[in-house]
């Protein structure tokens, strides 16, 4: 997915880059990075490399899947 297609579908989603040692990071180290701001988002995408990653989230793709949670 590239941050281009996530946008059509959620208005707000950004792309984060990380880089890194070789071999430091793993995928759970990478998922709190792909935060806005240290509030909820949905990961939308996470490419992992040997020496840099890309994480695409978006805060209203994780609001709209809470609201799918509480009508349940």
């Given at each position: 997915m590239t941050l281009r297609e996530a946008q059509k579908l959620w208005d707000d989603a950004i792309v984060t880059t990380?880089?890194?040692?070789?071999g430091t990071m793993t995928e759970d180290g990478l998922k709190p990075l792909g935060?806005?701001?240290n509030t909820p988002a949905k990961i939308l995408f996470m490419k992992i490399g040997k020496c840099s990653s890309r994480i695409i989230s978006s805060?209203?793709?994780?609001?709209?899947?809470?609201?799918?949670l509480v009508e349940l």
């Open positions: 990380i880089t890194y040692k070789p935060q806005h701001w805060r209203l793709a994780y609001e709209s899947e809470q609201r799918q």
